[in-house]
T-cell receptor
Framework: NAGVTQTPKFQVLKTGQSMTLQCAQDMNHEYMSWYRQDPGMGLRLIHYSVGAGITDQGEVPNGYNVSRSTTEDFPLRLLSAAPSQTSVYFC?????????????????FGEGSRLTVL | LAKTTQPISMDSYEGQEVNITCSHNNIATNDYITWYQQFPSQGPRFIIQGYKTKVTNEVASLFIPADRKSSTLSLPRVSLSDTAVYYCLVAADNYGQNFVFGPGTRLSVLP
């Protein structure tokens, strides 16, 4: 299994350009999410999804758009890139416990996509 | 949300046992305690998770006192490759905004 795959690994954009960061997982996980990590800081949640057709905002959603048309894919779109969006972006996925609940599922992360906006 | 507090950084030497303590005074009844490890230029990786008492796996132990207001991640006999950032998270599940990664503890293992 490949796990969580992110593309591209590196990208340079000019202010105002748009682009899509791709994320795919082959573990049949219902939950997928996008984080950004700025230098020396923890991860901040951008958007997340608990299943196909369901998305919700995280802590820092402005300037980003997501959709979840399949279980496997969860692309992150930058609508009009700004220098403040220069960061490393991580996609993560996990299973969702059933109705009986249980402990938090382990988050599996991709290797990250490093984005620079000039 | 249960806020966590952990040291910003720690130094250790190879072969020593390292204990990283995390404070979570307002942990809720349904919350679990989870630790992640992050190497430079990589995504975080799950280390261990627990609810109470002690949990041990092949890489670490997690000690949780009865009041659950803190927890200690124990790494036995660290090596240079254990140099990483360690995150303590407290939540009932890992979905959405309940699962918060703080700045973590930057562990440096010296030869």
């Amino acid at each position: 299994n490949a796990g969580v795959t992110q593309t591209p690994k590196f990208q340079v954009l000019k202010t105002g350009q748009s682009m899509t960061l791709q994320c795919a997982q082959d573990m049949n996980h219902e939950y997928m999410s996008w984080y950004r990590q700025d230098p020396g800081m923890g991860l901040r949640l951008i958007h997340y999804s608990v299943g196909a057709g369901i998305t919700d905002q995280g802590e820092v959603p402005n300037g980003y758009n997501v959709s979840r048309s399949t279980t496997e894919d969860f692309p992150l779109r930058l609508l009009s890139a700004a220098p403040s969006q220069t960061s490393v972006y991580f996609c993560a996925s996990s299973y969702v416990p059933g109705l009986a609940g249980g402990p938090a599922g382990e988050l599996f992360f991709g290797e990250g996509s490093r984005l620079t906006v000039l | 949300l249960a806020k966590t507090t952990q040291p910003i950084s720690m130094d250790s030497y190879e072969g020593q046992e390292v204990n990283i303590t995390c404070s979570h005074n307002n942990i809720a009844t349904n919350d679990y305690i989870t630790w992640y490890q992050q190497f430079p230029s990589q995504g975080p990786r799950f280390i261990i998770q627990g609810y109470k008492t002690k949990v041990t796996n092949e890489v670490a132990s997690l000690f949780i006192p009865a009041d659950r207001k803190s927890s200690t991640l124990s790494l036995p006999r660290v090596s240079l490759s254990d140099t990483a950032v360690y995150y303590c998270l407290v939540a009932a599940d890992n979905y959405g905004q309940n699962f918060v990664f703080g700045p973590g503890t930057r562990l440096s293992v010296l030869p």
